[in-house]
């Protein structure tokens, strides 16, 4: 008699254990981004994503490294990825790729162009066909953000890296009219 109440408890705790060890594996695999917004699973990239990285002054590439050590190692539910150049001034995130540039040419807009302040930095947004690439214009180092348009509202996107920016990039002395 007691090796049938062992093994009907040994059942129980089987047909109990197994569906509740699938749905916490369900579970932590939802959390850590394993699917996208339609419920398909979604590959995670991490080959290195190709960006430019111009020579740098000394200011600059100061600012640049301090910048980048403050970036997230993720961005909402897209992952850090390695750059092919530049990784003291340049980070990338999910696939396609969302790009941070640091060190870059100052912007160039018409003098009656749209600025944006989002979270204490004043952006010009330029709208290409495949995203939008944003340019800080009150910074003592111009940034850039490009948010591909997969990605919904942009200026979202660029949000997400203004804590940063602020912590590391000083207030360039003369910002647009705009920006003030």
């Known amino acids: 008699m007691p090796d049938q109440t062992r093994r009907a408890a040994a059942r129980t705790a089987t047909v109990v254990a ?3 060890a699938l749905l916490v594996g369900v579970l932590v695999f939802w959390l850590m981004g394993g699917w996208g917004r339609d ?10 994503v190709s960006v430019p990285a111009p020579p740098l002054g000394d200011r600059a590439a100061t600012v640049c490294r301090a910048l980048v050590a403050e970036l997230p190692g993720a961005v909402r539910d897209l992952p850090r990825r390695p750059v092919t150049a530049g990784a003291e001034q340049n ?11 640091c060190g870059v040419p100052p912007a160039s807009f018409p003098a009656d162009a749209q600025l944006w302040g989002i979270s ?34 942009p200026g979202d996107w660029v949000a997400e890296f203004s804590a940063p920016l602020t912590a590391t990039v000083r207030a360039a002395a003369q910002p647009p009219a705009a920006c003030r």
Do not use: H, K, M, N
């Open 18 to 20: 197994i569906p509740v």
């Open 39 to 48: 419920g398909s699973p979604r590959p995670q990239a991490t080959t290195p």
């Open 91 to 101: 980070a990338a995130y999910g696939d396609p790729p969302l790009t941070l540039a």
């Open 120 to 153: 204490g930095v004043c952006w010009y947004a330029d709208r290409r066909p495949d995203g939008t690439v944003w340019t800080t214009v009150d910074r003592e180092v111009p940034v850039t953000v490009t948010v591909p348009t997969r990605y919904e509202g």
